[in-house]
C-alpha cells in the first residue's frame, strides 16, 4: 500500500514560487517602513538641546518683516529678545515673531516708522544640534530604506526562476509523450507511424 502525504497541484508551473516572491517582498517592504519609521522618530529625539546667543544684528525690521539669521536652525526657539535702534527700544505689543520672522506692527509712515529703519536685535534661545547619535540613526536609517532599491531584481530573477521552470515542465512534458525518444538511434526510426 503506497500512501502520498505531499500536495501536488497541476498546472501552476511555478505559480507558488511567484506567489511566495510577491509574499517576500510585501513583508520586507513593511518590515522597512517600520524600521525607517522607528529610526526617524528616534533621531528627532536624540537631538542636543544647544543653547545660544546673538548681539547686535541688525535688519529693517518693518511690517515686511526681517527673517532672524538663526532662524533656519533645527527647532530654533527664542527665550528672550530686545529691539532697539538709537533712539528708542521697541516695545514688546509693538512687534511680532512668527518662526524666525519679526514683523513691526506699527511700522507706518503715519506713526513715524519708515520701511527702511535699521534695528539692532539682541536675543538667546535654543536649537537642536546633530550629535554622533542621531548621525549614526540617520545613515543607518537610509541604508535600510536603500534596500527596496534591491526590489526589481528580485522580480526579474523570480521571474526569470519561473520561466525556466516552466521551460522544463514543457521540455519533461514533450518527452514524455513519446514525439522525442530518448537514448541512442540504432536502424531506422518511425515516430508518429501507426
Do not use: C, H
Amino acid at each position: 500500500m503506497r500512501f502520498s502525504n505531499f500536495k501536488e497541484d497541476k498546472g501552476v508551473a511555478g505559480l507558488t514560487i511567484l506567489l511566495s516572491l510577491v509574499v517576500m517582498l510585501f513583508i520586507i517592504g513593511l518590515i522597512v517602513m517600520i524600521f525607517t519609521l522607528m529610526g526617524t522618530a528616534l533621531r528627532d529625539a536624540s537631538y542636543t538641546s544647544t543653547d545660544f546667543s546673538t548681539v547686535m544684528e541688525t535688519g529693517y525690521v518693518n511690517y515686511t518683516g526681517y527673517t532672524l539669521d538663526n532662524s533656519s536652525l533645527r527647532d530654533f526657539s527664542i527665550s528672550s529678545i530686545v529691539i532697539f535702534n538709537t533712539t528708542e527700544v521697541l516695545a514688546v505689543g509693538n512687534y511680532t515673531i512668527t518662526a524666525g520672522v519679526i514683523t513691526n506692527a506699527t511700522d507706518t509712515v503715519a506713526s513715524g516708522y519708515l520701511p527702511n529703519t535699521t534695528w539692532s536685535i539682541n536675543y538667546t534661545g535654543t536649537w537642536n544640534d546633530e550629535n554622533s547619535a542621531t548621525t549614526t540613526i540617520n545613515e543607518t536609517t537610509s541604508a535600510i530604506a536603500g534596500v527596496t532599491d534591491w526590489f526589481s531584481i528580485f522580480i526579474v530573477i523570480g521571474a526569470m526562476v519561473v520561466l525556466i521552470l516552466l521551460t522544463v515542465i514543457i521540455i519533461t512534458a514533450i518527452r514524455g509523450s513519446g514525439m522525442i525518444e530518448g537514448g541512442t538511434v540504432t536502424g531506422q526510426q518511425n515516430v508518429g507511424s501507426a
